[in-house]
Structures are given as C-alpha cells and as structure tokens.
C-alpha cells in the first residue's frame, strides 16, 4: 500500500511523545514493505532543521515540511470567543498546508492518507477533492477530555472559565467530525470505546503504541539506587501540572521521610519556574543528549499526571527499559498494567510516599517491577503488533 502520514509534528527526531507515536506507525509500515511519505508541520512550537533528518530517513519517507505558526493571536483569540468554531483546531488550517497537500495529492496516488491527531482534520476536504484515498484519523487522545482535565485542576478561575469554554467547542468539534473520516485508530481501547459510545459508526479499533525491542534493552546496569525521576516534555501542560502538584504536594513528604534521596526532572522545554528551583536533593536537568540513557541510570520512574487521555508514551517506554514505575491512575491509563505486578498506582501524596518507600527499601522487589513490566512490553506493544494491527485496519476499511 502507498501511505501518506499527514502530521501536526514532525515525526523525527522523535524525542517526545507525540513524535515517538508517530514514527512507530511510520517505521512500522516501512518493515512491513509498504510505501510512505511524510507531511509534517514544522511550528514555532515544535520546530525541526530539516537538514538534521538523515539522509536514509529522508529517503524512505520523502519527508516534506510546511511552516505554521501556532502563536496564540490576542486578536484571534478574543475574536474566536463570539465564534462557534474551535481555537484549538483553527490554529492548525493554514493555506500554505492546503496548497501543499493539494501539490502531493496530485503528483503521487495514495490508498490511505493518515492523520495524525484531531488537528488535521480540516484538511479532510482536501483530501476529499484530490484523491480517492481513504482518511484514517490515528487518535492519540481525546483531545478535549485532555483540556477537560486540565481545565478542572486549574487554580486561576479565570483561566478555568476560559478553559472550560475553549474545551466545550473543542469537545463539539471532536465528536461531530467522528464518522467524518473512514476509520479511527485509537491508541488505546479505553479511548476507542469513548469515541463509539459518543456514536462513532464507522470502523474503529485500538493500535498501540509499539517499541522495538531491540532497541529497548533492559536488564540491569549501573545505576544510581535509590533514585526518581520525571521525563516529558514540559511544554505540554498535563505534565507541567503533574510535576508542579508533585514538588508541592507529594515530594514535602518523601524528603522528610526520605532526606538523603533524590529526584532528577528531564525533558523539553522546561519552564522558567522549574530552572529556577532551589529545592534540596530536586535536580533539573532539562533536555537530556540521550533519553535511553538517562532512563537507564536512574531507578524508580514517577508520572504524576491528573490529565490527559490515551497512553503515556514515557511509561511504554520506561517499562520497555526495565524500570519501576509509580504512576496515578490516569497516567497509566490505556496500558493494560496489573498494580503490584508491573507498575505501582499512586493517587495521592500519601500514595506516592507509601509507593517510594516500598521501592527504595527494596531494590530486588523495583528490579522485579521492571522485568514484568518488559514482558508487558513484548507482548502488547511491540512494532509487530502495531504492524499487525494497523495493516489489518487498513484492509478492513
């Protein structure tokens, strides 16, 4: 099959969460002797040299990219308030994109175009008028329950009301464009079971997240025990928040109970609230060289995340490396995690604290934390199964 990936990110280098997503079903079908090609934006908020794209992967894919400024517009902003449309979305529909596609569309024949996320779906009615290709929307989330969340947990009632306006017409965009596309593929199945209970008539199913496991090794190496750590990019909000409600709430009770241990914070974009932290044994790191690494050489992964919806690609990612991970309920949403086995859930500050202390009073007990949440990984979220799911969705549609 001839594939175009239609991407609000460029999938390489894939470095977070959203690009890790992407290029997995990318390289996937790459194996699998299927033909690509790659439209990607490239924002002010998520920028890529297309020059540090190597050669092979440029070859491969024919990647190509359009630039779109996704600044927030004062004037747009305020104007969108007396409009029924969503800002989210509209910050996304730009002509140089339509002008683009309409290029591609008509130079080459695809059998399937894939967006990738909700945010390329006004791009539909290009596809519509220059190519008989079917439209898969490959869901990362659900977009609105992400801002729904966040919109709940925000302390400024302000920024909540707004909030929770902009999130009601985002929410009325995602539900009404469902049976607008040919199939959805959710990352997860609580999230496909969302979208047909909002009624979702048309195919649908759950491709996973996938890892090659050859590049994920696991097993134990040298590192520092006892240790946490955060990974993610910090310009997406649920994890800023998430972190923010750590330091504040559940870290307090961890460094009195635990004085000498220390937590490390890497990622993306971090913001000026957190480079400028001065609290004792929290190392802010930022961008790291080596994500892997990095991994490697700490020992107990905490995600402390109150939003959001699909999978969180740094679990998938950590429980592929053999780590022991302390997770909330909604951060582990979507992997089919048993707790105690492969992960340990912790909702409250208490919960954190009780979950740290059972780790680091027990190194063998985190090892075999991070052994079963690897078998997890070959069995569920290999590239294998993401190929067999997702070439099986394209023949079924």
Not at 80 to 104: A, G, P, T
Not at 224 to 231: D, G, R, T
Not at 319 to 335: P, V
Request: aromatic share 10%.
């Amino acid at each position: 099959m001839r594939i175009l990936f239609l991407c609000n990110k460029s999938p390489f280098p894939p470095r977070e969460g959203g690009p890790l997503a992407m290029n997995a079903n990318i390289t996937s079908m790459l194996k699998a002797g299927h033909q690509v090609k790659v439209l990607a934006l490239n924002t002010n908020k998520y920028q890529v040299d297309p020059k540090d794209i190597p050669a092979v992967y440029r070859q491969k894919t024919g990647i190509e990219f359009i630039y779109v400024d996704l600044a927030i517009k004062p004037l747009d902003a305020f104007l969108n308030l007396f409009s029924k449309n969503s800002y989210h979305v509209e910050r996304f529909i730009s002509k140089d994109v339509e002008q683009k596609l309409k290029q591609v569309l008509q130079q080459e024949k695809f059998d399937v175009v894939q967006l990738e996320m909700l945010y390329m779906t006004p791009y539909m009615d290009v596809i519509r008028k220059y190519s008989k290709a079917k439209i898969v929307l490959r869901s990362h989330n659900i977009e609105h329950r992400i801002w729904q969340r966040v919109a709940e947990t925000t302390r400024n009632p302000l920024k909540s009301v707004y909030l929770r306006y902009l999130t009601t017409k985002l929410k009325n965009y995602e539900l009404s464009h469902l049976n607008s596309y040919d199939g959805i593929a959710c990352i997860s199945s609580k999230d496909a079971a969302f979208f047909s209970e909002h009624g979702c008539n048309i195919p649908i199913t759950t491709v996973p997240f996938g890892v090659d496991t050859d590049i994920y090794k696991s097993g134990l190496t040298d590192y520092e025990f006892p240790s946490l750590f955060h990974i993610g990019s910090m310009n997406w909000m649920p994890n800023e928040e998430g972190i923010n409600w750590f330091l504040e709430k559940a870290w307090p009770l961890i460094h009195a109970d635990l004085p000498d241990l220390k937590i490390y914070l890497a990622g993306r974009e971090m913001p000026a609230w957190l480079t400028n932290l001065n609290k004792k044994n929290v190392e802010v790191l930022g961008e790291v060289d080596d994500a892997h690494q990095f991994i490697h050489s700490k020992s107990i992964m905490v995600v402390p995340l109150f939003s959001g919806s699909g999978i969180r690609i740094k679990i998938i990612e950590g429980m592929a490396l053999g780590k022991a991970i302390i997770s909330t309920s909604i951060g582990a949403e979507g992997i089919n995690y048993t707790h105690g086995e492969n992960i340990l859930i912790a909702d409250t500050p208490e919960d954190f604290l009780k979950a740290v202390k059972k780790c680091v009073a027990d190194k063998t007990l985190c090892e075999e934390l991070g052994r079963k949440a690897r078998q997890l990984i070959e069995q569920e979220h290999s590239h294998e199964a993401v190929i067999r799911s997702l070439e099986g969705f394209y023949e079924q549609i």
